[in-house]
Nanobody, 120 residues
Framework: QVQLVESGGGLVQPGGSLRLSCAPSGSIFSFAAMGWYRQAPGKQRELVAAIGRDGSTNYTDSVKGRFIISRDNAENTVYLQMNSLKPEDTAVYFC??????????????WGQGTQVTVSS
């Protein structure tokens, strides 16, 4: 059973920064990709940023230039650095780890979620 341990959410003023961390129970390289999703009240869960096993990254348009996803191989941890936060970034953020089997069937694993609130 894969476990993803998240940390780093909280309350921050607009324009501020937060860093989220996600540590899986297995090696980060055992996953095809890891990423962060978020879900605001009344909205669908959306992909925020992801990093592939090869280090490639992708971001949703609304966070490009503000958020950075990275990984620390030695710490076996994936980070999401969030800068210039806006009230519309308020959501529960979920760490995701994805694997594909030999048939390319996708398996998703989720963290428990961490609340990020951007408010003055």
């Amino acid at each position: 059973q894969v476990q993803l341990v998240e940390s780093g959410g909280g309350l921050v003023q607009p324009g501020g920064s937060l860093r989220l961390s996600c540590a899986p129970s297995g090696s980060i390289f055992s996953f095809a990709a890891m990423g962060w999703y978020r879900q605001a009240p009344g909205k669908q869960r959306e992909l925020v940023a992801a990093i592939g096993r090869d280090g490639s990254t992708n971001y949703t348009d609304s966070v490009k230039g503000r958020f950075i996803i990275s990984r620390d191989n030695a710490e076996n941890t994936v980070y999401l650095q969030m800068n210039s936060l806006k009230p519309e970034d308020t959501a529960v953020y979920f760490c995701n780890a994805m694997r594909r089997d030999y048939r390319s069937v996708r398996y998703d694993y989720w963290g428990q979620g961490t609340q990020v609130t951007v408010s003055s």
